[in-house]
């Protein structure tokens, strides 16, 4: 703290100056911190509005044989970013079907190439009664390494187009991830994976999502991702051995019966016959105290990864934060998976545009997102960019956007 008399520099909490005496009036003592602003994320989509959506996307892409299809994919996007609203003012998804359609037509390219190299690899086989077996083994290496090398470039210019034609209020979102990097952290976590049996599996995805968030960015607020392999793995972990407890359960209930079988003189072996009268009793065993509870507990396992992918994100600005949290429970998504599935069983599969409508609103409305950033104050820093090709693939070889 400056003093107004001697020009003297005391430090921010003096109250009075140590050169000369005078009182100094520094208006941050006693001033209290300011208070955390929060917000909760909202969905405003209609299952009846989407089911048109659709319907007329369908027809038409049936009716151009296809061509419709970035249109379409437009128009769907539109729509959900439409219905998304933070802190009330709605997302806007700008991308055109113009601009997906010339990303479409080089997706297509692609994928007819790699159909001829298998339709060729099928003509080889036919024609040679005893191919050449390295050959075979270069060949589909060569196929799947391309698959595999191409996953990386799909995720990066997906996420180059549709975060520059993403806005709230205006300001655009951006994505300043290289692909060389990308494509580092892809084949690293690939490699790990792969060599230790899947294991380094969670380790592999939080390396990716943290690459990928932390290149993200809404104006000048920058995106950061803070959770670690160990957590996602802990929870993977726990899903597992339950499914291996139920696995065991089922086994010793089955002993049990096979033993109460022997011991009433029945003939224990012919219990397992397809034909025995007993054999659906045995199927309703499996489904009690095997399938059943691993689709009633994946409804938690599933909320433990929302969660954890939902709290461990951060928006960064000027040394202030914004962090998320997810309500998201267990129970709740096990009844919204309960009702999705009598809605998509009972329409024939006409309920599809309830059942995602629902499914979004439940996960959005469930995030609350609460800082100290002031939200009022962020500029526009991001380039527009208008490659969708990328976009077009990452759809069509059904790849998800993280």
């Not at 027809?59 to 128009?75: K, V």
């Not at 509870?293 to 994946?298: A, D």
């Not at 709740?332 to 009972?346: A, C, D, M, P």
Request: with cysteine; glycine share 8%; hydrophobic share 45%.
């Amino acid at each position: 703290m400056l003093c107004k008399n001697c020009n003297y520099e005391n430090g921010d909490k003096d109250h009075f100056c140590a050169n000369c005496g005078t009182f100094l009036e520094n208006p941050t003592v006693n001033e209290p911190p300011p208070e955390p602003k929060s917000y909760n994320m909202k969905f405003f989509g209609l299952g009846s509005e989407y089911f048109s959506i659709i319907i007329v996307n369908w027809l038409l892409t049936i009716i151009t044989l296809g061509i419709y299809y970035p249109w379409a994919r437009a128009r769907k996007l539109q729509y959900i970013y439409g219905s998304t609203a933070f802190a009330d003012d709605r997302f806007a998804f700008n991308g055109t079907g113009k601009e997906m359609f010339r990303g479409f037509v080089k997706v297509i390219l692609f994928y007819a190439v790699f159909m001829g190299l298998i339709a060729a690899w099928s003509f080889y086989i036919q024609s040679n009664p005893t191919p050449n077996v390295w050959f075979g083994i270069g060949f589909i290496f060569v196929i799947y390494a391309g698959i595999f090398a191409i996953v990386p470039l799909m995720i990066h210019g997906a996420y180059r187009y549709r975060m520059s034609r993403t806005a709230w209020r205006g300001i655009r979102f951006g994505y300043r991830g290289t692909k060389k990097k990308l494509y580092g952290e892809y084949f690293k976590g690939f490699l790990l994976t792969l060599f230790t049996f899947g294991i380094y599996s969670p380790w592999f995805q939080i390396d990716v999502r943290k690459y990928i968030t932390g290149n993200i960015r809404c104006g000048d607020v920058n995106f950061s991702y803070k959770g670690e392999g160990a957590g996602l793995f802990i929870i993977y972990l726990k899903y597992y051995l339950f499914g291996i407890a139920a696995f065991i359960g089922m086994i010793i209930l089955f002993a049990i019966v096979a033993l109460i079988a022997a011991s009433t003189g029945l003939d224990w072996e012919n219990l397992f016959d397809v034909e025995s009268s007993f054999f659906p009793f045995l199927i309703m065993l499996i489904y009690a105290f095997l399938l059943i509870p691993m689709i009633i507990y994946y409804c938690w396992f599933e909320k433990n990864t929302f969660n954890y992918y939902i709290d461990n994100i951060v928006l960064e600005k000027d040394e202030k934060r914004l962090t998320m949290k997810s309500s998201a429970t267990g129970f709740g998504i096990f009844k919204l998976r309960v009702v999705n599935l009598f809605l998509t069983v009972f329409t024939l599969g006409f309920g599809y545009a309830w059942v995602e409508m629902r499914t979004r609103k439940y996960f959005t409305e469930s995030i609350t997102i609460s800082g100290l950033i002031d939200i009022d104050n962020i500029s526009q820093t991001e380039e527009l960019y208008t490659n969708a090709m990328f976009e077009d693939a990452t759809d069509f070889f059904d790849i998800d956007i993280f």
